[in-house]
């Protein structure tokens, strides 16, 4: 008879052997390497739990710091905002004293000239009237002198005003 060979069929003294061979490598992995392997992988998990918790912790720390940095900036930016604010107030201030300064010296110096024109224009009337005192005691002192006609007398009167004349032009 030939014997036929079935593929499909198992070899049942194959699959004892596999099995037997399986379970060996199992308790022999079991007991010598699962627990190195079991630690090597929980050591790992454990590693890369770290890692992450160390990277949502550097995460909040730069949120943080950003925020902290945010902050900062704005109280610089407001102080810097500030200080420009006073500065141009002080600035403001100082340019209205000096207007201020400036006017009361205007003010002061034109004073001083109207009095400066005021003595000089009593001076010229005291000059004034003592020319004509001089003069009025001139003519009186031709007149005394001399015994005049009319035509003498007016000649003199109109020299006399002439004179007056001269002096108030000057």
């Known amino acids: 008879m030939s014997a036929e060979v079935n593929v499909l069929s198992p070899h049942w003294r194959e699959v004892a052997t596999h099995a ?16 190195p ?4 992988l929980e050591e790992r998990r ?8 160390g990277i949502e912790r550097g995460k909040r720390e730069n ?4 925020t902290e940095y945010e902050q900062q900036l704005r109280t610089i930016d407001a102080q810097a905002r500030q200080k420009l604010k006073e500065s141009t107030d002080e600035g403001q201030k100082v340019s209205a004293e ?12 034109v004073q001083r000239a109207r009095e400066e024109v005021e003595r000089e224009k009593h001076k010229a009337e005291v000059a004034l009237k003592e020319d004509m005192v001089e003069m ?12 005049l006609d009319e035509r003498a007398h ?4 109109a020299e006399t005003i002439e004179d007056l004349t001269r002096l108030k032009t000057r």
């Open 20 to 35: 037997v061979a399986f379970t060996a490598a199992v308790i022999v992995l079991r007991k010598y390497a699962w627990k």
């Open 37 to 40: 392997i079991l630690g090597l």
């Open 46 to 53: 454990a590693r890369i739990a770290d890692e992450f918790r």
């Open 63 to 66: 949120l943080d710091l950003k």
């Open 98 to 109: 000096l207007k201020e300064e400036a006017r009361r010296e205007s003010r002061e110096m």
């Open 136 to 147: 009025a005691v001139a003519a009186a002192e031709k007149v005394i002198r001399e015994k």
């Open 154 to 157: 007016r000649r003199l009167i």
